[in-house]
């Protein structure tokens, strides 16, 4: 395996874990603010519970800013010359902590049973909640396990501009792969060495066939793009069920009829209209009529 030195260092990323001491409190009436903010910009609803979370992951926002109160905060956000701001905003607020090979079930069930029938024909999956980008990644290794380097594309798109930077970059902590196959990290990763000992980047063949894109769930793609498989996993666990619904019924127009919708194994599509079917738990088809 090649071992390229030096490569770029990746940026860490925040996640709810990662506690900032409270500088500046966070009121019921200002938390009620971000929560409504958050909701109609991305569909997700934050619980009370979350409060803390909130506060936390924007505590060090306040202070680049030198604002003294959430409240001056939220004001600064809703200036209408503040889109950039109120993209951060966004990409604070939003859970991105993954990591490779996350549910195996669906990735073998995918080679395994789905990828078959692909042999000798183009392929589109689209990984529609990427985070950083370790879902895409997993999803070209398997697509490369199965399908070889034949006419098969992944895009992957998230609501957080920064996340989409990071998949962009294609560089991890080796520690995030651990759950990998080991023949794949030689087959598909490049391991860094000396003073990036501890990383590896993805092989260069597989992000050439991966777009990223930042994209809101809650408006479907205007390009008519259709596509054989979908991954949205642990996302609706975040919306109510209107946005629930919405999310879905932009999805499923945009599966190829006989296609596929993966979710992950804590969620579920009961409350929802759909004509999706159930292969098995987590795995829906598109009708072919």
């Keep these: ?33 971000f929560r409504r903010f958050i909701h109609d910009r991305a569909g997700i609803s934050l619980t009370p519970h979350k409060r803390q979370m909130v506060s936390s992951r924007l505590q060090r ?21 503040q889109d950039r701001e109120r993209q951060h905003l966004i990409d604070l607020l939003t859970t991105n902590e993954t990591y490779f090979y996350r549910e195996p079930a669906h990735f073998e069930f995918l080679l395994k049973d789905i990828l078959p029938a692909y042999r000798g024909s183009p392929m589109r999956v689209w990984s529609a909640a990427c985070s950083s980008g370790e879902e895409v990644y997993t999803l070209a290794m398997v697509l490369a396990e199965g399908l070889g380097m034949g006419d ?5 798109s998230d609501i957080s501009s920064r996340m989409v930077e990071a998949a962009r970059q294609g560089l991890y902590p080796l520690e995030r792969a651990k759950r990998l196959p080991t023949d794949w990290l030689g087959k598909y990763c490049l391991k860094g060495v000396r003073s990036q000992a501890g990383n590896l980047l993805i092989d260069p ?12 769930l809650k408006r479907p793609p205007a390009d008519g793009a259709l596509f054989d498989v979908v991954f949205l996993r642990n996302v609706l666990i975040y919306f ?4 629930k619904q919405q999310v879905i019924d932009g999805l499923t127009r945009a599966i190829q009829p006989g296609g596929y919708l993966f979710i992950s194994h804590v969620e579920s599509l009961h409350s929802l209209k759909t004509k999706l079917e159930m292969v098995r738990p987590s795995v829906f ?5």
């Excluded at 088809?285 to 009529?289: H, M, Q």
């Design 1 to 33: 395996m090649w071992k390229p030195d030096p490569l770029v260092k990746p940026q860490p990323i925040q996640t709810e874990s990662e506690p900032l001491v409270e500088a500046v409190p966070l009121s019921e009436e200002d938390f009620e603010r």
């Design 61 to 81: 926002r306040l202070r680049h800013l030198g604002l003294r109160s959430f409240h001056a905060y939220l004001e600064y956000v809703s200036e209408p010359s």
């Design 152 to 156: 098969w594309r992944i895009l992957g």
């Design 205 to 216: 063949r597989l992000k050439a066939r991966v777009q990223l894109e930042q994209r809101n």
């Design 240 to 243: 109510d069920i209107p946005t």
């Design 285 to 289: 088809r598109k009708p072919l009529d």
